[in-house]
């Protein structure tokens, strides 16, 4: 049976400072993202016992269970991708000049312009009720670029669309160097992101959708 497994982070983690600090790098990492693959594997496992055993009234709860450790597993698996350091690269605003005008062009495109994709991106993850994520994603239907808002991992997002850059709005991606102040914390985030990867995540995520509506 195919298993999850933790990936390794592609910096050291005082990479990211000062907008997150080392502590809560290693914490996020180590410790919440390590749980989800666990939790994922541990819930693989369970739904292969209850099928054997037929408990099939327990197969719900147990694909609910799944469905919360696999979306933590693979949003954090890009969100650490997502970024880099100021000094490497991160932050700023993604142009053509940097070998990124594709998705320079879909974000003008898909909301006017970088400013206000920027703002509705923020507006997005700082106001995720409880626990959740703001992901900026490609919608392949329209072809457009479009805000989600994540909630404990799930819900809000429209089927088939594939997440190109996330924000982790949960308290343990932030609070123990910005307290209550999430907005803050996000605000900052837009120090380290990455435009290299989500130019590739959007490039790729174009590919792989040519096909999805296609009739048999």
């Known amino acids: 049976m195919a298993t999850y ?19 809560i790098i290693e914490l996020h990492h180590d410790k919440h993202h390590a749980a989800y693959v666990k939790g994922a594997n ?16 327990t197969l719900n709860g147990l694909e609910k269970n799944l469905a919360f450790h696999l979306s933590g597993h693979i949003l954090h698996s890009i969100y650490w991708h997502n ?5 490497d690269g ?3 605003e993604p142009h053509a000049a940097d070998g990124v005008g594709d998705l320079a062009d879909a974000l003008r495109e898909s909301f ?5 994709f920027k703002a509705q991106m923020t507006k997005a993850a700082a106001t ?7 992901v900026l994603a490609y919608e392949p239907v329209s072809g457009r670029l479009i805000v989600e808002q994540v909630y404990d991992h ?35 985030m837009w120090q380290v992101v990455d ?6 995540r959007y490039a790729a995520a174009k590919e792989r959708a040519t096909d999805l509506l296609l009739a048999p």
């Open 112 to 116: 006017g312009s970088f400013a206000a």
């Open 128 to 134: 995720t009720q409880g626990s959740g994520w703001g």
């Open 90 to 92: 991160g932050g700023g």
């Open 5 to 23: 497994t933790l990936p390794e982070l592609p910096y050291d983690y005082a990479a990211l400072e000062p907008v997150i600090n080392p502590e």
């Open 83 to 87: 970024m880099n350091s100021p000094k």
């Open 195 to 200: 435009w290299q990867d989500v130019a590739r």
């Open 42 to 57: 541990d819930t693989l496992e369970q739904l292969a016992q209850a099928r054997d055993k037929e408990q099939w009234d």
């Open 154 to 188: 799930q819900g809000n997002v429209g089927q088939g669309s594939t997440p190109v850059l996330v924000f982790d709005a949960w308290e343990h991606a932030f609070y123990l160097q910005y307290k209550n102040q999430k907005v803050d914390f996000i605000e900052a």
